[in-house]
């Protein structure tokens, strides 16, 4: 038996069947597309396990305030600025998971009769077709051997930045990498988010941490003042937020020096290839254009979750003229 689940999107809606799961997701002028992406019970499995896991967290807070804490005017301090911090977070978790998925417009997809022809034709031939696309599409990166990135298994030339995801099965726009705790690509479309969803968390575990930390002492020095029935609740909030607070501290920073060279963990790994040749600086415009690219010209949507991202996520602004020393294969 099928069972549907169904929610809403900005621009779409999404379906999730047994193991298939099909997004829709925005291409450009305001067209869809739907894709199928294989997961779709794993992610319904991770993400009542991270949601309820948060939900505990968020619940061993309260109880501990609660019951440790004996001034109303202390308990205030605590619980409203951590209830601010917390609808800030899983906002930005559940925008990372369920945002609308950004993929290739239909301008930059191959006709199956052009691909049988590209490949059965003769090298003048196919030269001149990929000289006609390189006048026709806006894409600057090319593949290690001077030519357009093309992708066989969506039948596409991948616009700049685009990487094939082998696990959700289709090109994603400005691909960072698929985050296997929200298990989905993390892309031009979510990016922002998933920068505030760790900001967030990294907030929360040391806001968690530093207001615990004065309990924690108690309950090792002076243990007839505290409650037994909150003891738990202590020793594993304390624990747990610096462990998260450690672990979560590093890639928070490395996404944000990533974001500071407008560059992604796949560029970082292996830079873009232009005409030139590789350049990791090829999209590097300086540190306040760089962050205004992914969180937008508005201070006031920088730290809402919110889409404020510059662009459509095809066409990005280069840091120097790149079309000089094109290269065709």
């Given at each position: 038996?099928?069972?549907?689940?169904?929610?809403?999107?900005s621009q779409g809606e999404c379906f999730f069947i047994?193991?298939?799961?099909?997004?829709?997701?925005?291409?450009?002028?305001?067209?869809?597309?739907?894709?199928?992406?294989?997961?779709?019970?794993?992610?319904?499995?991770?993400?009542?396990?991270?949601?309820?896991?948060?939900?505990?967290?968020?619940?061993?807070?309260?109880?501990?305030?609660?019951?440790?804490?004996?001034?109303?005017?202390?308990?205030?301090?605590?619980?409203?600025?951590?209830?601010?911090?917390?609808?800030?977070?899983?906002?930005?978790?559940?925008?990372?998971?369920?945002?609308?998925?950004?993929?290739?417009?239909?301008?930059?997809?191959?006709?199956?009769?052009?691909?049988?022809?590209?490949r059965q034709g003769n090298l003048e031939a196919t030269?001149?077709?990929?000289?006609?696309?390189?006048?026709?599409?806006?894409?600057?990166?090319?593949?290690?051997?001077?030519?357009?990135?093309?992708?066989?298994?969506?039948?596409?030339?991948?616009?700049?930045?685009?990487?094939?995801?082998?696990?959700?099965?289709?090109?994603?726009?400005?691909?960072?990498?698929?985050?296997?705790?929200?298990?989905?690509?993390?892309?031009?479309?979510?990016?922002?988010?998933?920068?505030?969803?760790?900001?967030?968390?990294?907030?929360?575990?040391?806001?968690?941490?530093l207001t615990d930390l004065k309990y924690f002492v108690a309950f090792w020095t002076d243990e007839g003042r505290m409650q037994k029935k909150s003891q738990f609740h202590i020793m594993f909030l304390f624990f747990v937020a610096c462990m998260f607070f450690f672990s979560v501290s590093s890639l928070f920073s490395y996404h944000l020096w990533l974001t500071s060279k407008n560059r992604s963990t796949l560029e970082s790994f292996r830079a873009p290839i232009f005409g030139h040749g590789p350049d990791k600086e090829g999209f590097n415009l300086g540190m306040s254009r760089n962050f205004r690219e992914i969180f937008g010209d508005s201070p006031f949507y920088w730290l809402i979750p919110v889409f404020s991202s510059r662009g459509d996520g095809v066409s990005f602004p280069l840091a120097r003229d790149q079309t000089a020393t094109y290269r065709l294969p």
């Open positions: 038996m099928e069972i549907f689940f169904r929610f809403s999107v047994e193991v298939r799961l099909s997004r829709c997701s925005s291409v450009g002028d305001g067209l869809v597309e739907l894709h199928e992406k294989s997961g779709g019970c794993l992610l319904f499995a991770t993400f009542p396990l991270g949601t309820g896991g948060i939900h505990f967290c968020c619940g061993s807070m309260v109880l501990l305030r609660i019951l440790s804490v004996q001034s109303y005017i202390e308990k205030a301090v605590y619980l409203i600025p951590y209830h601010l911090i917390v609808i800030l977070f899983m906002w930005s978790y559940w925008k990372t998971i369920f945002s609308t998925v950004y993929t290739a417009p239909p301008l930059f997809s191959i006709s199956s009769s052009d691909v049988t022809r590209l030269s001149g077709f990929i000289a006609e696309l390189t006048n026709t599409l806006p894409v600057r990166c090319r593949n290690k051997d001077g030519g357009l990135r093309y992708c066989e298994k969506c039948q596409i030339i991948k616009p700049d930045r685009a990487h094939h995801c082998s696990i959700c099965g289709i090109c994603l726009l400005k691909m960072d990498h698929h985050c296997p705790w929200v298990n989905t690509c993390v892309h031009f479309g979510n990016y922002k988010f998933f920068i505030l969803f760790l900001g967030y968390a990294w907030i929360m575990c040391l806001f968690i941490a």
